[in-house]
């Protein structure tokens, strides 16, 4: 089942805005990951932020986590056209001795030059 | 480090068949991990292996199955193929690092059934 939710489904940015993608989920969780999908190609990974963090940095990304609400966003500052792809977050669910990542649908960015 | 890689790249199989996708991982990760993306219902985990051993199964019929190797390649096996297998087929291994675990993707395998 889907557990992560994004919102919004697509985006379609000018190079140079800010692109902001939110995610919401239903259970309790260890921590959450957000990933980066170029058209129809492996996953590269770009953010984990555990569940006793609020808000996480990398470059040019920005996540939040509020636990309270269950939902996570990402925001990508000053985007360029490479950040076109889908996004998506997944929430680590797992329990004692296993691991197990449950993705939302996703967000599909486009970023126009 | 060489990244998590999965061959074959591509693949067309017919209703029936049978066929068998292999995911080398990043060396010294011990886990591995099979996920399903289509378009209809995104990604749904199949399954995870840790040092040969199966320790978590997602919601899918016994048709799909899987091992893992002692050298931690592993392969994943699905039979009587059906339509609704067509599908993106990812493979990601993980690292034990500090409790929390980060994934890393292979390129995936795309099989079509027809």
Redesign the interface.
Known sequence: ??QGEEDPQALSIQEGENATMNCSYKTSI??L?W?RQNS??????LI?I?SNEREKHSGRLRVTLDTSKKSSSLLITASRAADTASY?C?T?D?GA??????????TKLSVIP | KAG?TQTPRYLIKTRGQQVTLSCSPISGHR?V?W?QQTPGQ????LF?Y?SETQ??K??FPGRFSGRQFSNSRSEMNVSTLELGDSA?Y?C?S?LLAGG?????????T?LTVT
């Open positions: 089942s889907q260890n921590n990951q990933y129809g190609r492996g996953l590269v990974h984990l555990r998506f997944a680590d797992s001795g296993s691991y197990q990542l449950t993705f939302g649908k996703g | 998590v886990s991990s996920y995104g990604l749904q985990f995870e840790f320790r978590n997602g919601n993106l990812l990601a993980s929390f675990y980060e994934q890393y993707f292979g390129p995936g795309r």
